[in-house]
């Protein structure tokens, strides 16, 4: 049983691949990373309300607020998994593969930022201005043609990981199961994990988890844009040196990973300073300013994406082949 469910897991991974390069997240269907924030924020409202507003009182609040939301998250979809195998394997690779659809989000990550760069071509500051603020959490009134086109890149270069090479190894690793534990603290983190706003302690907790979880993961993507970069010839020998010289210059150990490989594959200088829920955050430079920016970098900085979630997909399934042949054996 084990081996069939595990044969069928990697079906449905790949099949869920497809159908998010095919069609990606369309807005009529109910996503279950829409109904994981809405269980974020109900659990939040609520512990706020059980707990003394004291940093102890709002720590142990928004730590008990994500073990629910992780038990919920993986629970549910494990429930579902193991009716549907009961009912028929069929049916456990029909749920599953729409599972690992809805989890990876290469498709809109694409989708999104091509928006901007559109709205970029067609002289339409304004509009690329809101289209970027649909994909990023700084603020994006102040920004200049030039910073809405960094923003852009920097959300590709940054989601490669976190929406698209992160998901898959935890799809790899744990079937959909996995992957919705993952979705869910990486949405934890995106939603309260900041230092303002009153979620310096509320949020600590998810985000230091996200932050475990990310670890691994943002350092492999790393590699596969790297991997990737060598092979559109986007300045391999560049990428490697900016990304050890900067992979560290974010407040978060995973952040710039990935950014620190784009900036150098581009010849571009991301990151520095920027202004999210009205507060000025000092961050360093990543990479070189070998060139201006310019719109279609964002068109690279998803060609470089999308290579290396293939090349991920390719050598994780090779991985995941070789351990079912020797279970096998």
Known sequence: MIVQILQ??????????????????????????????????????????????????????????????????????????????????????????VFCWQILAAHALRAESMKVYKKLKEGDVEGARYAVSMIVGRDTSVLDEAGITRAAVETVAENSSDGVIAPL?????????????????????????????????????????????????????????WLASVVLQYRPIHAWKIYWRDRKKHASPNSAQTEAVCAGALGLRLAGDAIYHGVLHKKEFIGDDLRPICAFDIVRANRLMYLGVFLALAVLSALYCILLFVILA
């Open 169 to 225: 190894l935890y799809l790899f690793l744990g079937g959909a199961v996995g992957g919705f534990l993952y979705k869910a603290i990486n949405t934890m983190d995106s939603m309260v994990g900041y230092k303002e706003n009153g979620y310096l302690y509320f949020g600590r907790f998810a985000a230091k988890t996200d932050d475990v979880f990310n670890f691994i993961p943002a350092r492999i993507s790393a590699l596969f844009l």
């Open 8 to 97: 069928l897991t990697f079906y449905s991974i790949l099949i869920g691949f497809v159908i998010d390069l095919l069609i990606g997240d369309p807005h009529f269907l109910p996503h279950p990373v829409v109904l994981i924030g809405k269980l974020i924020s109900g659990l939040e409202k609520s512990m706020r309300k059980i707990f003394p507003k004291t940093p102890r009182g709002e720590f142990v609040g928004g730590m008990l607020m994500a073990f629910f939301v992780c038990i919920v998250s993986a629970g549910v979809p494990l429930g579902l998994l193991w009716l549907c195998f009961w009912l028929h394997p069929y049916a456990y690779l029909a749920l599953s593969s």
